[in-house]
């Protein structure tokens, strides 16, 4: 007898935990670089060269980690979706995007009830790429495998 795997669920729970409580946080620049001085570049000049690269490089440090965020989440979506019904198609994969965007929406309309954070359309539209990443990566791998077939197993499309 095959045994079924464990629940994904705890795991998708963390995630989404996860990006919820860095949502309700806030780092202010001042502090960072006060504790990265202090802790991390102590000689003045590494530190002088850090303030530069980090001038240069957060825009895509910060909404890099948005686009994994979503992506991931996507993947947990998708992998409770397969736990569940014992399979993935476009349609499940689609879906589980959508909840995703969803979550997306409701993490940043959280957001501008934090002190000092504010939520964006742009932040929206950034965690919809990794979400659109993620989506059409799983879509590919599920790909039909000939004429009659819609789901990463070859089983039959329905009507």
Same mark, same amino acid.
Do not use: K, N
């Given at each position: 007898m095959i045994e079924r795997p464990r629940t994904p669920l705890p795991v998708?729970?963390?995630?989404?935990?996860?990006? &919820?409580?860095? !949502?309700?946080?806030?780092? %202010?620049?001042?502090? #960072? #670089?006060? #504790?990265?001085?202090?802790?991390? #570049?102590?000689?003045a000049s590494v530190y002088e060269k850090f303030q530069t690269l980090w001038g240069v490089a957060w825009f895509a440090v910060v909404k890099g980690w948005h686009v994994a965020e979503f992506a991931i989440l996507t993947w947990f979506v998708v992998r409770v979706i397969r736990w569940k019904t014992g399979t993935v198609t476009r349609r499940s994969i689609a879906a589980a995007m959508l909840c995703c965007a969803l979550f997306a929406i409701s993490?940043?309309?959280?957001? !501008? &009830?934090?002190? /000092?954070?504010?939520?964006?359309?742009?932040?929206?539209?950034?965690?919809?790429l990794g979400i659109l990443a993620m989506g059409l990566a799983l879509m %590919?791998?599920? %790909?039909?495998? !000939?004429?009659?077939? /819609?789901?990463?197993?070859?089983?039959? %499309? !329905?009507p």
């Open positions: 998708l729970a963390a995630w989404v935990a996860l990006i &919820f409580g860095t !949502s309700c946080t806030v780092v %202010r620049p001042q502090e #960072f #670089f006060e #504790f990265l001085h202090r802790y991390v #570049f102590t000689d993490d940043e309309w959280h957001q !501008s &009830f934090v002190p /000092d954070r504010m939520g964006t359309a742009t932040d929206v539209l950034i965690d919809c %590919r791998r599920c %790909r039909p495998l !000939s004429p009659g077939a /819609d789901a990463a197993l070859g089983e039959p %499309r !329905s």
